[in-house]
């Protein structure tokens, strides 16, 4: 069974279709990506699945369940993380801390027990704190261990979300563009470790304008156009499609 | 009956607008800095403060209110000066606390300079009250209305007809293009202060044969006129108008019909009201983040 | 973790010490009520500082617990520890009842929000004249609990202090614990944190109930203290004074919260003598404040003495 099933997904902002009508599903385990022209709908289809948007018509289901319109903190306890295209990372929190909150859903949150300084509470932040840790190396942001997320750079900053994410241990990952305004020898790092996380189990679902990671790295591709789905299928077979070509190219070429 | 409820009208418009000018005043701020200026009540009582201090030396009328509202703009561009600029990029939070600062400051001067006590001056055309339907129109209810109107029409002319008000529009919607096209945003900015303390303080002269002024009457109408904008819709100059009156006549209705003890509550209780609903008030425009 | 604890033991050993120091009752009195806005002031400042929200209605939830308490105890005979808890229900609840709708405004909304609370508490407390006294206020019987009276300032100041004491200690804990981490992150990007599982709407209601609960019991506790109250304690100046204390102590930091009430309420007693003056005084220092520390006096020194937060 799919992992996520998206059926007949719609959703316009006053008048504007960001999204008509769009179909697709994800096997498990694979890395799935989305391209499209800039406009095409591709943050706005995030969105409507991690449950920002609500969608105006259409289905979203997760393994088989129904979770159309559900609040994005309900996804999150099924499974669903994500990073996005413009950084959200905290900073008024370190670097770790914002990794940390990834694991937000693993630890006990009583507010009176969290007053009380109860000893099993501190005892799941440490180790949630080392797993942080070994997440923040994963990513290959070892060096920035003990840093402020205010004195990170760019790079290492769309990293750190995906540490964040990995810390929720999602069955589905999100990736909004990681590797936006990246120059190629820092986007063959990221394809490395977007590799890497697929290699582990996680379904991984792609935005990405960098077209030679694409077709390095996907297994399975979904192309947008006018928030329309223009073609599915196998990366070799997408992009010899005459129609995604006229797409971004242009119909006179 | 109806002419009670005639009276009750009639006082609830009047100080709605003096409401609605308030709430210009918050408007024309806000679109210019994105600032809720908490000191606008300030320059409401400054006006009517001003206006007695200078009779009082006796000066004629006519200079007297002149400098009513000249000295208040001016004050206007000094907070601007003073208190925004150097705080340019700050939070939500430490704007509003900046203002509110400023405007305890300029009531503590007030307070320190002329006293606790109220006062007021006669009203402009007399006190004998108009008969109409059965309820009695004070005179100076007129010049507030008459004055109101044409500071909104005046102002109306000013942004659709005229460039400077167009640049301030412009500035207001995004800042940085009105920037990129030449116009000085610096000046946008201090226009707009002197404009909206300038019409605050004209508000505040008109309303001051009826309702007497003193040091803090400031507070309560600023807040006031605060919830008229934010009921309007913040931002909204129509909005601005239509939520000071609606704002001063329900709380005339309100105390006339149910109770005059809480009739300062309902202003506040409003709000709660149409933000419930719609949770950017009356006209306000719809914002969709972008993630 | 030693580095907090330093904090805090530090801030025992200033309230162990403070009595044999203060000559008079007058300054303990001065002391108490240091004790008293810090408490209200850890309060907000974790619903302003760490959660990113604002209150400028707070004083209204000191006015319900100062009210809750001389009226059950005048006119119903209650004990006080019972009226202590009625009244920090009474505004547990309300916060927890206004807060879903209200937190669902942002900005300057929320904000208006907030304030009209405050001021309609106020008003309440003001006409209800036949429970509440109207505008001149009610006197209020002395605390009793267990059998025992607390009188005096002295009294009261063992008390506070302890307060005080555990309230530092227990918002540190908060902060630091998975609950805080969520909290400090909603502020951060509200966003972010949603989509790790964070259910902002229902943390806000939260923080906001728990700082109404500080400025209720409070509230309370000071209408024993100073056996009477009026609803100038629910003012919108109070609520102002308060965030104040918020922010020139620092936001999001505790112990700014301490320093922000201890100067603050030090500043009245300076300049007892005109009241305009202190207006001036008190408006200069908010905008003086947020134009040149706007990250607060604590949170400033901090930085520059390197490090510790």
């Known amino acids: 069974m799919a992992v996520l099933e998206v059926s007949d997904l719609s959703k316009s902002f006053g008048g504007v279709l960001a999204v008509q009508n769009v179909s697709f599903s994800v096997e498990a385990g694979i890395v799935y990506s989305v391209i499209g022209p800039n406009g095409a709908g591709k943050t706005t289809l995030f969105n409507l699945i991690t449950g920002i948007y609500r969608p105006n018509s259409g289905e979203i289901r997760l393994d088989g369940e129904l979770v159309t319109g559900r609040a994005p903190h309900e996804l999150a306890r099924k499974g669903v993380a994500r990073t996005f295209q413009n950084l959200q990372i905290c900073m008024n929190m370190t670097a770790i801390e914002n990794v940390m909150v990834g694991g937000h859903l693993s630890l006990d949150r009583n507010l009176i027990k969290g007053m009380l300084r109860f000893p099993s509470l501190r005892c799941a932040d440490a180790v949630l704190r080392d797993r942080a840790a070994e997440l923040m190396a994963y990513v290959g942001l070892h060096a920035y261990r003990d840093a402020e997320a205010g004195a990170m750079p760019y790079g290492a900053l769309k990293r750190l979300e995906i540490a964040r994410a990995l810390a929720a241990q999602p069955r589905i990952i999100f990736l909004d563009e990681p590797a936006a305004g990246f120059n190629p020898t820092e986007t063959v790092e990221i394809d490395g470790l977007v590799r890497k996380i697929a290699d582990s189990g996680i379904t991984v679902v792609l935005v990405e304008h960098d077209m030679k990671m694409v077709m390095n790295i996907s297994d399975r591709i979904l192309v947008l156009n006018y928030g329309k789905k223009l073609t599915e299928g196998a990366a070799r077979d997408v992009r010899r499609d005459p129609a995604v070509i006229a797409a971004y190219l242009g119909k006179a070429a | 009956m109806f002419s009670q409820f005639l009276q009750f009208m009639f006082s609830g418009v009047t100080v709605g607008a003096t409401y609605a000018l308030a709430a210009l005043g918050f408007t024309l701020i806000y679109n210019a800095s994105n600032v809720i200026n908490f000191a606008q009540g300030e320059f409401i009582m400054l006006g009517g403060m001003l206006t007695v201090f200078f009779l009082k030396t006796g000066l004629p009328m006519p200079v007297a209110l002149a400098l009513a509202v000249a000295i208040p703009a001016a004050v206007g561009v000094l907070v601007e000066k003073l208190a925004i600029e150097p705080a340019k990029g700050a939070e939500v939070v430490g704007l509003i606390i900046i203002t509110i600062g400023a405007s305890l400051v300029l009531r503590g001067v007030v307070q320190i300079w002329l006293g606790k006590g109220a006062a007021a001056f006669p009203a402009f055309s007399g006190d004998a009250p108009i008969a109409v339907g059965g309820a009695a129109l004070a005179p100076q209810s007129l010049w507030v209305l008459g004055t109101t109107a044409v500071i909104v029409v005046a102002l109306w002319l000013f942004f659709n007809r005229t460039l400077a008000g167009k640049a301030i529009l412009a500035t207001s919607f995004d800042p940085l293009a009105a920037q990129l096209v030449g116009i000085n945003t610096q000046w946008v900015l201090l226009v707009s202060f002197a404009l909206s303390a300038a019409i605050g303080a004209i508000g505040g002269i008109l309303l001051t044969p009826i309702t007497m002024t003193s040091y803090d009457v400031g507070i309560m109408l600023g807040l006031k006129g605060f919830v008229a904008a934010v009921v309007g819709g913040l931002g909204n100059g129509l909005g601005a108008v239509v939520g000071g009156l609606m704002v001063g006549i329900i709380e005339a209705m309100s105390a006339g019909y149910i109770s005059s003890a809480y009739k300062d509550a309902v202003p506040f209780l409003l709000i709660f009201v149409v933000l419930f609903f719609l949770p950017r008030g009356l006209l306000g425009a719809k914002a969709t983040e972008r993630v | ?253 505790v112990f700014g919260s301490v320093v922000g009430a201890v100067l603050l309420t030090a500043l009245p007693q300076a300049l007892t003598t005109f009241e305009g003056r202190e207006t001036v005084a008190f408006g200069a220092i908010l905008m003086l404040s947020m134009i040149f520390l706007p990250k607060g006096l604590v949170p400033t020194l901090a930085a520059k003495f390197g490090g510790r937060r």
């Open chain 3, 1 to 253: 973790m030693m580095r907090t604890n330093y904090g805090l033991f530090v801030l025992a050993a200033v309230l162990l010490a403070l009595p044999l120091l203060l000559p008079n009752t007058y300054y303990f009195d001065i002391a108490n009520r240091m004790a008293i806005n810090a408490i209200i002031v850890l309060g907000l400042n974790l619903l302003i500082g760490f959660a990113g929200q604002i209150s400028l209605g707070h004083a209204g939830f000191f006015g319900i617990g100062a009210y809750a308490s001389a009226v059950l105890t005048t006119h119903f005979s209650w004990p006080p520890i019972a009226a202590l808890c009625a009244g920090a229900a009474g505004a547990a609840l309300l916060a927890a009842a206004i807060a879903p709708p209200i937190f669902r405004l942002r900005g300057h909304y929320l904000a208006m929000a907030t304030l009209g609370l405050g001021i309609v508490i106020s008003i309440v407390l003001k006409n209800e004249a036949g429970y509440t006294g109207g505008p001149d206020g009610m006197s209020v019987p002395a605390m009793s609990a267990f059998g025992g009276e607390i009188f005096g300032e002295r009294q009261w100041y063992w008390l506070f202090a302890g307060i005080l004491l555990f309230s530092v200690w227990a918002c540190q804990n908060l902060i630091d614990s998975p609950f805080g981490r969520a909290l400090r992150a909603l502020h951060g990007s509200e966003v972010a944190s949603q989509v790790v599982g964070v259910n902002v709407a229902r943390y806000k209601v939260t923080i906001f109930v728990l700082s109404a609960f500080f400025a209720s019991i409070m509230g309370s506790l000071t209408a024993h203290y100073v056996g009477f109250i009026t609803p100038d304690s629910a003012e919108f100046s109070h609520s102002i004074e308060l965030v104040t204390m918020v922010v020139v102590g620092g936001m999001a930091s």
